[in-house]
């Protein structure tokens, strides 16, 4: 069942509650992101942000409630699936990778199981688009250089192209600046800024360290699985 076609939100939550075993995690929460909209949430370990996250994304189901994610409400497992190859993520930085990867090689992963997969090959429009991401975030120079050559924030950027490689609507991103330096936490965020303004997507970020306002219109505080603080960010 989907929500109204002419619906002003990409994301709806109605009365949702969530658990791993018997311990619960979030608690009848309800939550609206408006079409290009962008959400900052916080709050403290065990709080339900991550969670909440893997329920927006599909990967996990909740004990209660009902969850519309661009127009499909997520009632079954397949739907979940769809719902998963629309979003883009951004995590925090990984490790690097025991093998050699280029740097466009990396981005072009963000089309596995769409486009691609163990028996078919990438097609030249799908690397001319690993290579335009790569533009988008100022890396286009590095598409053929081995990732594991890249500094922490260059990595950082090129999962940012890997995220927004399929054009998502929406993009979830989590503790994304988490291990970057100063310099290049400053650099993701402005680049982030920059092509949601370009871009015009939908971002739902989950920080347990201050961000900068140019990533949120709206702030969310969760605390014991549930809403304690709700505020609009002035611009």
């Known amino acids: 069942m989907s929500i109204h076609t002419g619906s002003h939100y990409a994301v709806v939550l109605q009365s949702v509650s969530a658990s791993y075993g018997s311990t619960a995690v979030l608690d009848n929460l309800t939550l609206r992101v408006r079409k290009g909209e962008r959400i900052v949430i916080s709050g403290p370990n065990g709080s339900g942000k991550s969670t909440l996250l893997k329920l927006i994304s599909g990967t996990m189901k909740p004990t209660d409630g009902s969850i519309d994610v661009l127009g499909l409400r997520l009632d079954n497992q397949l739907d ?87 054009d998502p609507a929406l ?45 949120s219109d709206r702030r969310i505080h969760l605390e014991s699985g549930a809403v304690k603080e709700c505020r609009e960010v002035q611009p």
């Open 80 to 166: 979940r699936q769809r719902i998963r190859q629309q979003i883009g993520f951004l995590t925090q930085i990984q490790q690097d990778p025991e093998i050699a990867v280029s740097v466009c090689e990396s981005v072009l992963l963000g089309l596995w199981g769409t486009r691609f997969s163990w028996g078919k090959r990438p097609a030249k429009a799908d690397r001319d688009k690993a290579i335009d991401r790569l533009e988008l975030v100022g890396l286009g120079e590095l598409a053929h250089r081995d990732i594991r050559t890249l500094s922490g924030g260059q990595r950082q950027r090129v999962a940012l192209a890997r995220a927004l490689i399929r």
């Open 171 to 215: 993009v979830l991103m989590d503790e994304p600046t988490t291990y970057l330096d100063s310099a290049a936490k400053e650099d993701l965020v402005n680049r982030i800024a920059e092509l949601h303004r370009q871009l015009g997507f939908t971002s739902i970020i989950v920080s347990h360290e201050p961000l900068s306002s140019l990533l």
